[in-house]
């Protein structure tokens, strides 16, 4: 029974490994504190990460969410990055 289980965990790691995966490569671009981006890409797609699409950094400043606070009708004291200007409590 011990051989049998041992075959099948030699053959499922053999059918693992030949596989054919995705190979990764690192985005091309620069940060902004001047150092190369460590962000993973696929090779078939662009050489760019979603941070620097054409090469160039997009920068996305936080602001205060627009939602009222329930409690307290006023405005909700957290950041967000949100194109709505919503927290994630607020959004929806």
């Given amino acids: ?30 940060t902004s504190k001047g150092t190369d981006c460590k962000m993973k890409v696929n090779i078939d797609s662009t050489s760019f990460c979603y941070h620097h699409i054409n090469g160039s950094t997009i920068k996305i400043e936080s602001i205060q969410c627009s939602g009222i606070s329930k409690s307290t009708n006023s405005q909700c004291k957290l950041k967000t990055k949100d194109e709505s200007g919503l927290c994630h409590h607020h959004k929806d």
Avoid: E, P, R, W
């Fill in 1 to 30: 029974m011990k051989n049998k289980f041992l075959i099948i965990s030699l053959a499922m790691t053999g059918i693992a490994f030949s596989q054919t995966v995705n190979v990764d490569s690192t985005c091309i671009a620069i």
